[in-house]
């Protein structure tokens, strides 16, 4: 009995070694691969010598900045820019790590010099300033947006960032575009509008009057800040879940219209063949999903994981993320973060324990049109294509191997 006791009997700990912070180590020791995971995401000084309560630190800034042990960086190329999905932890994306895709460069442009113009159809083409814009009404909602061309493989060496890092996801504020079409009076006979960017591509795209009507945007805010200059500053055209190339940057110029006006962006780019015809205005962005931890570089233990990923359609609100553990044999319902937003990015969760065996885990997204998210085969044969092109989203994998190691399942 007596043993027992001796066995039993707490560990005395001084006061110094509870003020030198190794208290929490004592009493919280790490007995499960659950709780290693808990606890991967603090950060542990660079040199353990340093008790920081003894040190006086910086103060009071003028920009924050990220802690040093954090580092999210974006991928460029000469084009663009990818998210890294797989080091955020929610569904909103930092406006410094937004994705970014350019067809001439960013343009700068003096706020006080912008104008937007409206004309064609219209009893009034008017001018706006970016003051102008300010004064009307705001509006401010939460929603991705996403790059027709978001989706790459070939190879088991990529991360989420790799093959879908051209998505993000905003709260954006600004003023509804219905607010404008009824300032100046647009026609109840118009059915399309171009929009004119003002790089130096001029980009521009036609866009149906019935979405300029619905929930169309002429954003200026991200973030609860500016546009970034990469994002269109100081204003830009916000389709929610419509592809990204049709979110006009640096918008100057909307003609209101009753054709659409076969810019170059929508005939020879931005089309892609089904069979034997072509694909032209493609506008939704379809309901897609993948899975963000575990991921290609982490490793894995045996043990109880939390699959964690995002889903999002352009047509509406997820309903459903369904998470396959054995390479897609069986399906089971994720738990989805609320609030689920109407054409946004949704946190799903589901809590799984890996017994060591070599396997694949899948997800897919259905949405509130009823839409489910396909397999590359389904895309594969209802096109009548090889891998390509535009409006990917096939199901995704991420292969788990004997050792722990995740890599992705190239289409």
């Avoid at 030198?20 to 007995?31: D, E, H, K, N, Y």
């Avoid at 691969?33 to 950060?43: D, M």
């Avoid at 009034?124 to 027709?148: G, I, N, Q």
């Avoid at 500053?233 to 659409?260: C, H, T």
Wanted: aromatic fraction near 10%; charged fraction near 20%.
């Amino acid at each position: 009995m007596e043993k027992s006791k001796k066995e039993i009997s707490p560990v005395k700990i001084s006061r110094r070694t509870l003020l030198g912070g190794t208290l929490a180590a004592a009493i919280l020791p790490v007995s499960t691969s659950f709780a290693k995971y808990i606890q991967a995401g603090i950060p542990v000084s660079a040199d353990p010598m340093v008790d920081p309560t003894k040190i006086v630190g910086p103060g009071p800034s003028e920009l924050g900045s990220r802690s040093p042990f954090e580092s999210p960086l974006r991928k460029p190329s000469e084009i663009s820019s990818r998210t890294p999905l797989q080091d955020l932890y929610s569904t909103i994306t930092p406006a410094d790590l937004h994705f970014e895709r350019h067809h001439a460069g960013i343009p700068s442009i003096d706020p006080h010099q912008y104008e937007l113009l409206i004309h064609g159809m219209v009893d009034k083409p008017m001018k706006f300033s970016l003051a102008d814009l300010k004064r009307f009404p705001s509006v401010t909602r939460t929603s991705f947006l996403e790059c027709a061309g978001n989706f790459r493989t070939g190879k088991e060496e990529m991360t989420p960032q790799d093959i879908l890092g051209l998505t993000s996801q905003s709260e954006w504020t600004g003023v509804m575009l219905s607010t404008l079409f009824r300032e100046v009076g647009a026609s109840a006979k118009a059915t399309w509008f171009l929009a004119e960017g003002s790089d130096a591509a001029l980009l521009t795209r036609s866009v149906p009057m019935e979405k300029g009507w619905s929930d169309a945007m002429i954003a200026y805010g991200q973030n609860g800040e500016s546009i970034r200059p990469a994002q269109g500053y100081p204003a830009r055209l916000f389709l929610p879940g419509y592809e990204g190339n049709m979110n006009v940057k640096w918008i100057r110029r909307i003609e209101v219209s009753d054709q659409p006006y076969m810019t170059r962006e929508e005939t020879s780019k931005y089309t892609y063949p089904v069979k034997d015809k072509v694909s032209m205005f493609n506008f939704e962005m379809d309901a897609r999903s993948i899975i963000t931890f575990p991921s290609f570089p982490q490793r894995v233990e045996r043990g109880w994981i939390e699959i964690r990923g995002i889903a999002w359609s352009g047509r509406g609100k997820i309903v459903t993320v369904q998470v396959s553990t054995d390479a897609g044999r069986s399906w089971n319902t994720a738990r989805l973060q609320e609030p689920v937003l109407d054409k946004a990015h949704t946190y799903f969760r589901y809590l799984w324990q890996w017994n060591g065996n070599e396997t694949e885990i899948l997800s897919r997204a259905i949405d509130d049109t009823g839409y489910i998210q396909p397999s590359l085969k389904q895309l594969v044969d209802a096109r009548g294509t090889e891998i390509g092109g535009y409006h990917m989203n096939p199901v995704t994998a991420w292969q788990i191997k004997g050792n722990g190691t995740v890599l992705f399942k190239p289409a």
